[in-house]
């Protein structure tokens, strides 16, 4: 959230419109486009159909008459507020900024950040891509569910019915819990669950694959990290590729030996958590290979080459990344609330890595250009933050 000395115009405009100063400070921003003209939900506000009152809150019951609350969706919004910032702070370094007062149809109003400058009353818009090459970035406020179903039709929607064969493959790489932000997260593997069935899915079609590339159980890893409980609940299969049939992929002078079950899903969703000063969203469809074949041919390349000849034999996957607590080079925790997504997991983490401001790039992301990067959601600069600094 913006300091307070910088919203003074955004304050007295939100008072005219009966809006307290604590509602303005709980509506943090989202999102922002660049793109088409398609529209979609900027942030989600919910309403009692008994009492009528609205709620920014992803609550399930009216806190006052406890009837269940619908979602309402925001076709049109447009600026009614704009306050321009130049003092830079720790979480908001890049300046100026602006921090504009949305409203949407139904009256429903919420302050953003954006690095553009609107004028009042000029229509808000937010866009999609269909480039594979793209990154949509988002800032996630209370529903990582939410999130995931915003940051997914940024990409004009992903194709999920009853009869997609689903292969999710989350970070798991040690026995830690999930606040040492080492794997991905329960949270964010069952929103991204929770999401599919809402497409549509099936909970017997969707496999949660996973792999030990050393001493440690793969078992051990899910059960630390709280990751298997998420499938126990959900009754869906956690699936240890060492178990699985292999196929052989030739790319050059590489052979690879890739789990079949690559080859059946219907739909990949690489869902790595990011890490300050790696590669995690490319790395972890190292994964989908055998053991024997990975520690082989990491004897001969670096992974830099064989992630970049790997992704030319794999089908077309899609990468969900988790950045909300992200853990830094010296093994401590920083919280971004964001998420990334994209096509292309390079791209992927080269944006974040922009994003985190990390100073030492991994190999495999220094040839990479940032201009040539189509970005989507939030620009960068909007949710940049030194986080090794800080």
């Known amino acids: 959230m913006c300091p307070r000395f910088f919203l003074i115009p955004a304050l007295s405009l939100l008072a005219k419109n009966k809006f307290s100063y604590a509602d303005l400070l709980r509506s943090e921003a989202k999102k922002e486009t660049v793109a088409s003209s398609s529209r979609s939900n900027y942030t989600m506000f919910y309403k009692c159909q008994k009492c009528k009152k609205v709620w920014q809150y992803p609550v399930e019951k009216c806190p006052e008459c406890f009837s269940v ?3 309402m969706k925001s076709e049109k919004i447009k600026v009614i507020g704009v306050s321009r910032v130049t003092i830079p702070t ?3 370094p890049k300046i100026p900024y602006f921090v504009l007062v949305l409203e949407d149809e139904n009256r429903n109003k919420w302050t953003w950040k954006s690095a553009k400058e609107y004028r009042i009353g000029e229509e ?5 891509t269909t480039e594979g090459n793209a990154v949509a970035i988002w800032r996630i406020k209370y529903d990582v569910s939410e999130g995931i179903e915003k940051i997914v039709k940024l990409f004009g929607e992903i194709n999920v019915n009853q009869s997609s064969k689903i292969l999710i493959l989350p970070t798991l790489v040690l026995p830690k819990h999930p606040y040492f932000a080492e794997n991905t997260s329960p949270q964010f593997l069952e929103s991204l669950i929770k999401y599919l069935i809402k497409k549509g899915a099936k909970l017997e079609k969707i496999k949660v694959a996973g792999q030990s590339f050393d001493e440690t159980s793969i078992g051990a890893v899910a059960q630390k990290s709280q990751l298997l409980r998420v499938c126990q609940d959900y009754r869906i299969l956690p699936l240890d590729l060492t178990e699985t049939n292999f196929i052989k992929k030739g790319e050059g002078d590489f052979t690879f030996e890739i789990s079949e079950e690559v080859f059946k899903a219907d739909l990949i969703v690489n869902s790595p958590i990011l890490k300050v000063g790696k590669a995690s969203a490319s790395k972890n469809i190292l994964k989908f290979l055998k053991k024997e074949n990975y520690l082989g041919l990491k004897y001969l390349h670096s992974e830099e080459e064989i992630v970049e000849n790997l992704n030319k034999v794999l089908p077309r996957y899609f990468t969900l990344a988790e950045a909300q607590s992200i853990q830094k080079p010296d093994q401590f925790v920083a919280h971004l609330n964001l998420i990334f997504s994209s096509f292309n997991p390079l791209n992927l983490d ?3 890595a922009e994003v985190s401001m990390t100073e030492k ?3 495999c992301l220094k040839k990479i250009r940032i201009e ?8 960068v600069e909007e949710v940049q933050y030194e986080v090794e600094k800080y």
Do not use: S
């Not at 040539?372 to 620009?379: A, E, L, S, T």
């Open 69 to 71: 609350l619908e979602e």
């Open 90 to 92: 720790m979480f908001h």
């Open 124 to 128: 808000f818009k937010i866009g999609t």
């Open 350 to 352: 080269r944006i974040f």
């Open 361 to 363: 790039l991994p190999e």
């Open 372 to 379: 040539d990067i189509p970005i989507v959601g939030r620009k």
